[in-house]
């Protein structure tokens, strides 16, 4: 010994430590024998909060949800075995949207791994095609060391979900703790700054260009760049989509906004895409989706494609100016170039082109029936949007009332609009609601949802009772799987194969037995009130039950392996 | 058209399947793969054959720098390059058999490793190709094992794939 006294912490207390050292708010869990250590050393200090979740998708969506509506990363704290299993749904899904987590998993200890013990799974082999990066951490000194590579990776370049799994007997070993300040990893350099040489090219495509397009997507969001991109759109003059993802990153109340695009995007933004002749796609990964059918995607363009991942360049359509790189800085120097040339694409022939955009607009193609004597769901949503103002934080489950959502809820701003797009995770919007609450504890947040979604996580209820998150829920409960149904209308020839949601709970009863507020509502002339009366209940949870029209279906709609210029308006109105 | 990867990767737990796990889950394919520490033993080193159209090869040396394991990769049929693949191989050899073996083993440049009364052991290095026409050589019915290396590869000239 020199002497100088040195304190050892447990792996435990250091894993806590780390995660504070680190700027975490929140951690969402639920503890196990693995994770028995760390949840002590939680116990005994203040600064991070743990959030207790119900089960461990709800805790991975909910640190999720999180993760998107602040653009700081997620926390997760799981078990081992089936703590880490549940776990991996939640996972997925913000791998397939890039959403940074750090998703710690308790381990049996090293020397029981490999023996077929209690509870205990090959985590990092099951999480592996599902993260960004994971670890076992097999020595408490690099415990620290760790946890600050898992942060580094989840958030830097294209973001994502790294695992660190710890078994137990690290948590108990102790070690003295210091939290690196910064890593560097030598197989791992993110890059930034696009091609300055492709940036050139893509600056002059786009000023010569007679129909030019922009097709963002959540890319933008994720990496901070809204308001260089509606700098540049405006700039431009260009008539912009965003893909599902990207919703928000370009405020939908301007006129240069024509919508979502894809499969229920709407009609001008479909044929925008296929007729334009120079596509911008910027922080977007022409999803099959998004494209419909590769060989009739937008043929007449020539493609300008901006990504920090190079993988995603050129995957399934090819592009011919190709720029790898974060999106705010080549978004920055293409709105330098621009203003440096003092030119813009030719007036003439850009007005003749919102000349034509004008007539599809004129399609009207989200109209629906206002005079119904059910509740449209459609309907639901504009009252959502013009009663929050446009200004809430909308979480999503998946299907149809997802793509109504979409279509009629005009986000103006980026991390408003919560919604599980690559993975398609029903489940998702209840638990990603509570994260976005903890994170805006003032905001309003509606959590959109259908009568078969919330059930798949429902038991989060109780979690939002136990930390008083007024989430105001928007069941839109059509006694189907809509979007499932939908399907099978369409190309089933109506056999309705177990899409029935046969034997429902009475939602009011179900939200008030959780401590909740429940309401039903059957009249559309009823939508109005109930929601403003829910929305003025500012510290309670509201379940709005909506018993919506069961035959609604959601469009425009490209049917899949069809091309954009092939979209179904609704029956009574097919394209000719 | 098959290339060869050469990969340098942490030479950590898990890498290996990281890179096999890659291949099964986008559906390429893996003809041979080989891996072993390099003289540097934090890296590994791995040579893998596959085969793709070019827009799959692109895709697959792109997913392949996406894994946070490895620290650099060369495709080295985009250059000169010289490629070597070891094989064993056990042979029945009994009577005449035994003289025209040894005579085929030398045309093609291998060595007899192990001898019993009734069989050979042969190593043979080359390319694929050379492995393939020993094969092709012997009678069916006297091979009585196969064991090939998997590919090893490395560019012709300065050329290197090292780090720093």
Redesign the interface.
Known sequence: MNGVASVELTGADILVRALKDEGVEYVFGYPGGAVLHIYDALYKQEDVQHILVRHEQGAAHAADGYARSTGRPGVVLVTSGPGATNAVTGIATAYMDSIPLVVITGQVPTHAIGSDAFQEVDS??IT??CV??NF?VKDVKDLATTIKKAFF?ATTGRPGPVVVDVPKDVTAQKTEYSYPKRVS????KPVTEGHPGQIKKAVDLLLSARRPMIYSGGGVILGEASKSLTEFTRLLGAPITNTLMGLGAYPATDPQFVGMLGMHGTYEANMAMHECDVLLAIGARFDDRVVGKVELFSPGSKKIHVDV???S???SV?VDVPIVGAVEPVLKEIIRLIKESGQKPGKAALAEWWKQIAQWRAKNCLRYDRNSKLIKPQYVIEQLYEQTRGDAFVTSDVGQHQMWAAQFYKFDKPRRWINSGGLGTMGFGLPAAMGVQLAHPKATVACVTGEASIMMCIQELSTCKQYGLPVKIVNLNNRYMGMVRQWQEFFYKGRYSHSYMEALPDFVKLAESFGHVGMRIEKPGDVQPAMKEALKMKDRLVFMDFITDQTENVYPMIEAGKGHHEMHLSPERELA | MRHIISIL??NE??AL??VA?LFS?RGYNIESLTVAPTEDPSLSRMTLVTSGTE?VI??IT??L??L????KLMDLTEGPHIEREMMLIKVRAVDAGRDELKRLADIFRGHIIDVTDTSYTIELTGTGEKLDGFIQALDKKTILEVVRSGVSGIARGEKSLK?G
Do not use: C, W
């Open positions: 990092v082999g592996r095609p960004k990066h076992l990776i990893i030598r197989s791992y991942d190079p993988s360049i050129s995957k090819r | 990767m942490e737990s898990g399947s990281r796990g889950a827009e692109e895709q792109k997913q720098n996406k946070v394991d490895v620290v780090v």
